[in-house]
């Protein structure tokens, strides 16, 4: 696991005294003070030595009405040059913490999210409005003592149902009453104090309805003619606050809900935390073989499954609507596979905390080889069509181009990441599962455009093909009376496939996977053993990297704005959580 | 950490001169397109075709009757749970709420034992039967972990998939219904997913090769089906 190295963390409490280092197994935890915060963050930012320059987290947890201080900000970053991570914890006193955007831009968002669900001040933003709900919302949902059913005041009468005037009773009749829903006016409002300085002459709604917009975002672009000067983004209208619910879930019910986030690679949801959980547990190393194998083939498949359906609406888009035909005929092969596997076909919930629910059924690795046999002609096939298409050049190359810097600043992961050539993959770094012992490539691309965007998808299909078929030789070989689900020899430690009495140790952690979308990180703090975590945060790796939207499109036409949003490739459930 | 380096003069070539006169990038394009052609229908027409959905698929719930496939600690389970032991065709569930407790959204259920209203000296007596057993479907999201739980494989997920109703009435079915459902299912294609013992077996197929529907989304070249491992026959 890729966490700073002792020694290096030594070094650091011996040079700055007001370093704490918190007892931690899992993860290397350190608390600052928040008076030294900022100079201690630019020192490790800059040194030589460390370059934590890379932003991935920055989050707080509540520790409930009678501690105090109350809330704590929890900073997660990175170093590219040594590949390791570090989690930085600071009270906010006062329900106030400074704000990190002189140091990363990439926290603009991150401290809008903790204002909107904490409640948090944060010295020196810039705009501090809330992210997800509308401005005039009166709650921070995710305070301790906020209700997991909210507070239901409002009266929708529509939800009483009554059929052929008889009064329904028990579970057919629903209360009347439901919690807060925005008006047309708070709309507005919310509109208004997002873009508070106008810079042109028009702003352009774009969404939230659109298909173009993949989903339920709301763009405002400041435009000046034909260019965009200015552009935020509203989203939330899928926010369904799985954090808040996981709080009350145990972790084999949270995977349920990872489903309906990325529903386009379900399978890569689940795996975040299914790692993060066994991380938590330390069972990461002794998860049967089987499982492993099969838990990579899935994900390299659902990866395959949502490189396809990008392809396909990335295309359309751009007014290739064959390709959309094409990439769906495979698709259709690749979810009755899943459906055969798994029993479900979109929102999967295949994997568990300590291996997969069942074994693969009859006949499965021979039609995924039959599958992954025909792909690469498939996908020669597509790029005869588009790669060297002079429209498709003419759409893609050098379009809003995303520098390296920004990957760093912003905290982007995933392909979007790797095509501004960052060669940032937590298959690689972190080795979870069976990714140390197989062979593939990351690909990289040179400038950021969207072209390479596009390239960098294409190969790590190719990528992913290789991965499969790595995964079918090994489990070819393996027995049927292989395990395909951890039992733990401590009497303690009790894990379950149907999740009743999972529980999870004292301690935090930070783990993830590597997603399509980038990296979904899952970040795990409890207090004290329990079956519910404490603090379950979702590091969404589709919401940072929508962030960069709002500074790649300025001085861009507006037309470019479609083939941004396709190769940033975000989907709404995911960035809204 | 092996890397590829992809781009435009890196992994692609730019468009030469000849290409761009002769618009050689369409015609390679055209090629592709033309060549589909001449290839089958793959469109699935539904509702004339129907697909089946695979032995695993998880749908709408059912309740399963003893019908002599249970598992061996059955009986112990009935014992320890106070339930009058059921006879054949009754409902194998114990009232135990393990599926409740499962489920992440509990209030989907509603379960009720009552003791059976008979004299002292009769052998059942202080005995409990299901008495209740309301689900509302429409709060659910077919994850299969009650199914997981359950202890005599009585809650289990058939495939059916269609659940419209003109109101939300339609989605809570009760015990009869949901004992229907899953007789029916189990007449149908309980053979496929279970084996005498109420497991799933190694035999269990990927789905049904002989589903036509199925075949024709493949391109009518579906795969063969085989034993997964090296010593599964
Ligand atoms: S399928 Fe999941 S949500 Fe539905 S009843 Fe079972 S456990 Fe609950
Ligand atoms: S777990 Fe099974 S036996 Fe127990 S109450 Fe639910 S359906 Fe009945």
């Not at chain 2, 799933?200 to 090769?209: A, G, I």
């Amino acid at each position: 696991m890729s966490w700073i190295s002792e020694e290096r963390l030594k070094k650091l409490a011996e040079r700055f005294g007001f370093i704490k280092i918190v007892d931690n197994p899992q993860a290397s935890v350190i608390e600052v003070p928040k008076e030294n915060l900022i100079d201690f963050l630019k020192f490790l930012k800059e040194d030589e030595e460390y370059q934590f320059k890379m932003f991935i987290d920055w989050t707080v947890i509540d520790h409930g009405k009678k501690a105090d201080p109350r809330f704590q900000g929890v900073l997660i970053l990175m170093s590219p040059k040594n590949w390791e991570r570090i989690i930085i914890k600071v009270w906010a006193t006062d329900e106030r913490l400074p704000s990190l955007i002189p140091l990363w831009k990439g926290a603009k968002w991150a401290e809008r999210e903790a204002w909107d669900m904490f409640g948090i001040k944060f010295d020196g933003h810039e705009n501090l409005v809330r992210m997800f709900l509308w401005e005039t919302y009166p709650y921070h949902p995710l305070r301790k003592d906020f209700p997991v059913r909210g507070y239901e005041e409002v009266e929708l009468p529509s939800l009483n149902e009554k059929e052929r005037f008889d009064q329904l009773e028990g579970m057919m009749n629903y209360s009347r009453k439901h919690t807060a829903l925005p008006t047309l006016e708070d709309l507005e409002i919310t509109q208004k104090k997002r873009m508070p300085n106008k810079k042109s002459q028009m702003v352009l709604n774009w969404g939230p309805l659109h298909p173009g917009t993949h989903g339920t975002i709301w763009f405002l672009f400041d435009m000046e003619g034909e260019y965009i000067k200015d552009c935020d983004i509203i989203i939330g209208q899928l926010h369904r606050g799985v954090e808040k619910l996981a709080e009350n879930l145990n972790v084999q019910q949270i995977i349920t809900y990872t489903d309906r986030m990325d529903y386009i690679a379900a399978i890569n949801e689940n795996h975040s935390v299914c790692i993060a959980g066994e991380k938590l547990l330390g069972i990461h190393e002794k998860i049967p073989e089987k499982a492993k194998y099969i838990r990579t083939m899935m994900a390299e498949l659902s990866r395959i499954n949502s490189h396809l359906l990008w392809l396909g609406t990335y295309a359309l888009d751009l007014g290739a609507l064959t390709m959309f035909l094409y990439t769906f005929r495979e698709r259709e092969k690749l979810m009755d596979i899943f459906e055969g596997i798994t029993g479900a076909r979109f929102t999967i919930n295949y994997f568990r905390v300590g291996g997969v629910y069942a074994d693969l059924p009859y006949g499965a690795l021979d039609a995924i080889e039959h599958f992954i046999k025909e792909l690469p002609e498939r996908i020669n096939d597509y790029e005869t069509l588009l790669t060297r298409n002079r429209i498709w050049l003419k759409r893609n190359i050098d379009v809003c181009i995303i520098p390296e810097e920004d990957v760093y600043e912003y905290g982007l992961t995933g392909a979007v990441a790797r095509a501004s050539g960052v060669p940032y993959d937590l298959r690689k770094i972190d080795k979870y599962d069976a990714y140390g012992e197989v062979e593939f490539d990351i690909p990289v691309g040179e400038k950021g455009d969207s072209y390479d965007r596009y390239l960098v998808r294409m190969e790590e299909i190719r990528q992913s093909i290789r991965i499969v078929e790595q995964c079918v030789a090994k489990l070819r070989k393996m027995s049927k009376n292989d395990p395909f689900f951890y039992e733990p020899e401590d009497k303690k430690m009790k894990i379950t496939i149907d999740g009743r009495g999972t529980k999870l140790k004292k301690g935090e952690v930070y783990a993830g996977a590597d997603n399509p979308r980038g990296e979904l990180g899952v970040y795990i703090y409890m207090p004290k053993d329990g079956i519910k975590p404490y603090r379950f945060r979702l590091r969404s790796g589709a919401f940072y990297n929508l962030q960069v939207f709002t500074k790649a499109i300025i001085g861009r036409p507006l037309a470019d704005a479609i083939t941004l949003l396709s190769t940033i490739d975000p989907v709404v459930g995911e960035t809204d959580r | 950490m092996g890397i590829k380096k992809v781009g435009l003069n890196r992994n692609v070539r730019p468009q030469t001169l000849a290409e761009k006169i002769f618009f050689l990038d369409f015609i390679k394009g055209l090629k592709t397109t033309i060549k589909h052609l001449f290839r089958k229908v793959i469109t699935v027409d539904f509702p004339y075709e129907v697909v089946e959905p695979t032995p695993r698929f998880r749908g709408v719930h059912g309740l399963r009757n003893v019908d002599g496939t249970e598992k061996d600690d059955f009986d112990a389970w009935v014992k320890k749970l106070k339930i009058k032991p059921p006879e054949k065709g009754e409902t194998r569930c114990i009232a135990c709420k393990f599926c409740q407790a499962a489920c992440p959204v509990p209030d989907i259920f509603e379960i009720k034992a009552k003791k059976l209203d008979v004299p002292k000296d009769h052998p059942h007596y202080g005995l409990k039967v299901l008495d209740v057993f309301n689900m509302d479907l429409g709060k659910c999201m077919f994850c299969g972990l009650c199914t997981l739980a359950c202890p005599t494989i009585c809650i289990i997920h058939t495939d059916i998939y269609d659940l419209s109703t003109y109101s939300r009435r339609g989605w809570v079915l009760d015990k009869e219904k949901l004992s229907k459902i899953a007789d029916d299912f189990i007449a149908r294609r309980g053979s496929e997913k279970y084996d005498e013992k109420s497991e799933w077996p190694d035999y269990q197929r990927l789905w049904n090769e002989a589903d036509l529907a199925r075949a024709k989304a493949w391109e009518n070249n579906p795969p063969k089906l085989g034993p997964n491992y090296a010593d599964q026959t």
